[in-house]
């Protein structure tokens, strides 16, 4: 197909603000191989991706392809080069056919722009019958009826219209049953074969031991490692994306009590199924897994906001009705979800407002608000918790993120809940802030305050957890006592469902 | 002031407008400021154009004349802070004034009847508007653009599209259209009664911090607890309830049950003074003072026009205009960049 040598990055760096999401990665993607990208999240595969694909630039360092540099400055211009990317999430168009779905655009025309439907005919064909989709993608279906395999192969036919030298898949397998998995990668070995740079990038070991010819580890942001696929082990490859200890960053004392107060039993809904956990007074559950294992919708299920298909919560022996966010809460339960910005606040009222709203309740009489207490409690909120601001009537999108986090606690903790759901408390929050929120989350332990911490980051996990739940799929895949939690442990047990049996036993 | 002093008053009133404006400034915030500048260039302008303009009794006209439009832009007020809209309000007073006049009529000649019908009819139609967009899952603009026409229709279909009954034989009626409280109409002091009654709920009560929740974030609304569809319903039955006492008054002021003539284009001027008082058109912005700043600006560029005998078409004109501008300045100072349809 291509005469290309393949794509490569020397010493690329991306810096957004104060956050280095990537620093120095020297990698190659050669023609004619597969190279999988692995990492925990926000190690910077998408970071490295977007810089392929020109969505960032890159703050230092450049981009080669064909032993060439480039300079990337749009999604185009990769685009013009050669540079493909498969998302994730399929963009279809659901009321056109496949086919001008493919050449969305760019679709062929006669004089008079009129539609050139014989020419889009022949095309679509012509293109269906190079990759060897015809028989699995009618070209008139319309987009709403793609299942999600075929809307996964329409992207990918987007990507091979005109010349590719480098693909890159971002997970794409997330949403794909076992024999689309078959058939998709029949067509990724036959893209290797053409010559194409194939970059792969997914949490599956099993896939990837399956595919790659070469697996690159990123680590926080940084390039941990590139490991030949025939010679590498699930082993290594654990131990090149963890290896940092963090976790003695933060040590706290283990206050919990024999109390359980959130009692959740084979808990199911759409996205997560047979739940069974308990959280303690004065416990710090943590709760582990990749982005998209169903943590953040558990949390929303818990709060009452996502409904429940079957199984019970209990809070502290009341039993949860579920659909309703305004009793969960008088139950006792507060949950900071994990996009504060879309979930949590309201950006253009201020920190008084934003903090008094679940405690208006108790700052009422006969359903006026009582000014002067409510300017004394968020006074007292923002000073525990330091909020960094001129006044309590400033408005929160003024805030910095970290302080923001803190306005939303700070409405929880002046709720005085019992059980307090932390979803990604520290995302996207300075250094500084997060000692404090750590620091916020200890004391609430201390006060017997029933903690389920859900992370993305393992060392948090590890320095603020009595013990770890780690989720996938929706489902519990083990749970582990602080003192036998490891990074190791817990990504193996985030992955469970791709890594061998023996080390699904020891975990 | 009276009307023997108007000749002196008409070159201090701008004047002294100002100076309060400037006094208030702390107050009302740069959002107002605007609205009052030109409030006072709409003053001024016609006031010097002709001297009757700035007269106490032409301000009587004015303040009377935009009682209505009053009413229904401060309910608008409420139901765009929740993120909504309503554009059925006018068809909605319409039927009210019809259902007031006709029930006056057929019970007797009893005023109470006759407004306690309005007000219940307000109220299925407010609560039936809120539950086709909150059960039915109907976009707000559009569940109230099939009201306008649909409520408009059953007023034309009960009153075989005519005028109904006469019922300013009635004392009660009479002190609603002519009656005056300390020098002030009495339409004038319910429309303040209203307008007082829903600031205070809005600013002073948890009701009021709740509504501006919801059209702030609404899934932050609803994750504090807020029972949002709760709230959406009880805000379009009130919108109901306030639209039927702008049809009693329509009554009230034409002396019939007037099912079109009178309500028809009071959604636009309700939505218009709502988008120039300040009300963010995405929700969880806006008040009442604004609404009524714009309400009174409004009033007084139609009566100045009217008095200058120019041509009410370019009234609706000027309007349509006057919308637009409010909202595109409202986007600009948003930073809402310009791509695609706007959210």
Known sequence: MTSSSGAGVRGVGKRFGEVRALSDVTLDFPAGQVTALMGENGAGKSTLLK???????????????????????????????????????????????????????????????????????????????????????????????????????????RALTGEAKVIAFDEPTSSLSEHEVDALFALIRRLREQGVAVIYVSHRMKEIFQLADRIAVLRDGALAGVLDAAQASEGDLVRLMVGRDLSDMFVRQNVSTDRVVLDVRELTTDKVSDITLQVRAGEVVGLAGLIGAGRSELALALAGDLPVHSGTVTLDGKKLRSGRPGEVIRAGLG?????????????????RDNIALVVLERLRRSRFVKRAAEKELAQEYVRRLRVRTPSIEHEVRKLSGGNQQKVVLARWLARRPKVLILDEPTRGIDVGAKAEIYQIIADLAKEGVALLVIS?????????????????????????????????RILSLAMADDLSEENRSAA | ?????????????????????????????????????ALVVVLVLFGSLNDNYLSWNNVQVIAEAVTITGLLAVVQTVVIICGGLDISVGSQAGLASVVSAMAFTSAGKNPLVGMAAAIGVGVVVGVLNGVIIVYGRVNATIATLAGLAAYKGVAQLISNGAAQGYVLNDSIFIFLSRGKIAGLPVMVWILIAVALAVHVMLKYTDIGRNIYAIGGNDTAARLAGISINKYL????????????????????????????????????????????????LKGGKGGIGGTLLAVALLGALENGLTVQGINSFWQNVAQGSLLVVAVVIQQRRSGERAVGLPG
Do not use: W
């Open chain 1, 335 to 351: 949950l900071a979800p994990e996009e504060r910005k879309a979930q949590a606040l309201f950006l253009q009222r201020s920190i």
């Open chain 2, 1 to 37: 002031m009276t009307a023997d002093t108007q000749v002196p008053e008409t070159k201090s009133a701008p004047v002294a407008a100002a100076k309060n404006g400037r006094s208030l400034l702390a107050q009302v915030g740069g959002q107002n400021i605007s609205l009052i500048a």
């Open chain 1, 456 to 488: 993305s980051e393992l060392p948090e996990v590890l320095g603020l957890a009595d013990r770890v739940v780690v989720m996938q799929n929706g489902r519990i895949t083990g749970e582990l006592d602080r003192s036998e939690a490891t990074e190791e």
């Open chain 1, 51 to 157: 810089i392929l694909t020109g969505d960032h630039q890159p703050t230092e360092g450049t981009v080669l392809l064909d032993g060439s540099e480039l300079a990337l400055q749009s999604p185009a211009r990769a685009r013009a080069a050669g540079i493909r990317i498969i998302p994730q999430e399929p963009e279809i168009i659901p009321h056109v056919s496949v086919a001008e779905n493919v050449y969305a655009g760019a679709l062929p025309r006669k004089a008079g722009r009129r539609l050139d439907r014989a020419e889009l005919r022949r095309r679509i064909q012509a293109d269906l019958e190079r990759l060897g989709f015809s028989r699995v993608l009618d070209p008139d279906l319309l987009g709403s009826e793609l299942t999600p395999a075929q809307r996964q192969l329409v992207e990918i036919l």
């Open chain 2, 233 to 280: 319903i009880s805000v379009y039955g009130l919108i109901g309830v306030v639209a039927a006492v702008a049809g009693i008054l329509l009554t009230a002021r034409t002396g019939s049950g007037q099912p079109v003539s009178g309500s028809e284009g009071l959604e636009l001027k309700a939505i218009t003074a709502a988008a120039l008082g300040g009300c963010a």
